[in-house]
């Protein structure tokens, strides 16, 4: 049974691995698929996003909006929903920190007016580990109850 930073650990590692993320701004019922960028190994937020000062979650977050997310690992083992705050920046040492060749892809370089950072400052996630999926199906049809192996892999945890 993992401990509560055992389960947060892995949605930071997950995150890290996989980096894709819908986010939003709470309660707008409109997220959008981001790609999350994170400072070195941190187990902890501020999480970036780039973007366009020309998109619509940008003018939604305008000059600061609660947020959330919704985070699905690529192996479907870990699920999470994360609430936090959205605020946007021109941070320029934080551009130059984060900058790599995916984000280039979307942009005219680093000094491209349009660039604009999304700060999510995470606060809480709800997550969920999906390890045991296959064993559950199994001990289903077995007769077995996979609630009770579930039970100790859902945690509320703080991020912050």
Same mark, same amino acid.
Do not use: R, S, Y
């Given at each position: 049974m993992p401990s509560e930073s055992e389960i947060k650990a892995k949605f930071w590692k997950h995150l890290k691995s996989d980096m894709t993320i819908m986010l939003g701004v709470e309660g707008s019922g409109e997220a959008q698929p981001m790609t999350a960028q994170l400072d070195g190994d941190r187990e902890s937020g501020p999480v970036w996003f780039f973007t366009s000062k020309e998109t619509d979650l940008a003018k939604a977050i305008g000059a600061g909006a609660p947020g959330e997310a919704y985070f699905a690992s690529k192996g479907h083992d870990? *699920?999470?929903?994360?609430?936090g705050d959205l605020s946007l920046s021109t941070d320029r040492a934080t551009i130059e920190r984060l900058w790599n060749p995916f984000v280039a892809a979307w942009f005219e370089g680093k /000094? /491209?007016?349009? =660039? !604009?950072?999304i700060r999510f /400052?995470? !606060? @809480?996630? @709800? =997550?969920?580990?999906?390890?045991?999926? =296959? *064993?559950?199906?199994?001990?289903? %049809? %077995? #007769? #077995?109850d996979p609630k009770k192996d579930y039970k100790d892999k859902v945690a509320d945890v703080p991020l912050s």
């Open positions: 870990l *699920f999470a929903g994360v609430t /000094d /491209d007016p349009k =660039i !604009q950072l /400052d995470v !606060q @809480h996630a @709800h =997550i969920w580990l999906n390890e045991n999926n =296959i *064993f559950a199906g199994v001990k289903m %049809l %077995l #007769g #077995g």
